[in-house]
């Protein structure tokens, strides 16, 4: 149990492009998602925190217009990178947290995103 | 604010055991965790710590915390040329957000 799956795996787009990477809980519903970046080599960073059928929560430094934010369902959540440039070539990760368990978070496979 | 950080490579022979360190610098974290990732993937929970414990055995796995000096341990034995990883400690502070390490990559070579 506790799969998340993310879509697609990997996406390649032209500069000022938008993309969009789903985020979806199969066998758990998820109260809140989680979105990260993670950088060759580096650690995750925390982009936003998404709660269902509220506006997304974004960490210190990450544009809210640029990458927005839908939790639309117990089950889904969507990033879309928008106007997308080179620099915003990165892994993104999501998580979900099961709504019966607050202290365990369960990882999508990542998405990996190259702007051309 | 929260720091966690971790060495950045081990690297150990296949049968010897692996202990990767990990220091944070919030007191107020609930729970500690440890996760891997292997290349191009996602994260897969290993094992986490109530931060009340001290100590947490998972078969292979061995936890340790020292609360007082904020040092967090990851012991694996016997350790095989599958674990080859990636190993992120993470914290949870009282905003429920997770906070990770700096990654340590581990290599076993045989």
């Known amino acids: 149990g506790a799969v998340v799956s993310q879509h697609p795996s990997w996406v390649i787009c032209k500069s000022g492009t938008s993309v969009k990477i789903e985020c979806r809980s199969l066998?758990?519903?998820?109260?809140?998602m989680f979105w990260y970046r993670q950088f060759p080599k580096q650690s995750l960073m925390l982009m936003a925190t998404?709660?269902?059928?509220?506006?997304?929560?974004?960490e210190q430094g990450v544009e809210k217009d640029k990458f927005l934010i839908n939790h639309a369902s117990l089950t889904l959540s969507t990033l879309t990178v928008t106007s997308a440039h080179p620099e915003d070539s990165s892994f993104y990760i999501c998580?979900?947290?099961?709504?019966?368990?607050?202290?365990?978070?369960?990882f999508g496979p990542g998405t990996r995103l190259t702007v051309t | 604010g929260e720091d966690v950080e971790q060495s950045l490579f081990l690297s150990v022979r296949e049968g010897d055991s692996s202990v990767i360190n990990c220091t944070y610098t919030?007191?107020?974290?609930?729970?500690l965790y440890w996760y891997k990732q292997e290349p191009g993937a996602g994260l897969q929970l290993l094992t986490y710590i109530f931060s009340n414990m001290d100590m947490k055995q998972d078969q292979r796995l061995t936890v340790l915390l020292n609360k007082k000096d904020k040092h967090l341990s990851l012991r694996i034995a016997d350790t095989q040329t599958g674990d080859s990883a990636i190993y992120f400690c993470a914290e949870m502070a009282d905003t429920d957000k997770l906070i990770f390490g700096t990654g340590t990559r581990l290599q076993v070579f045989p």
């Open positions: 998404s709660n269902e059928g509220s506006k997304a929560t974004y």
């Open positions: 066998d758990f519903q998820a109260t809140t």
């Open positions: 998580s979900a947290r099961d709504l019966r368990d607050k202290y365990e978070q369960y």
């Open positions: 919030d007191s107020s974290s609930t729970y």
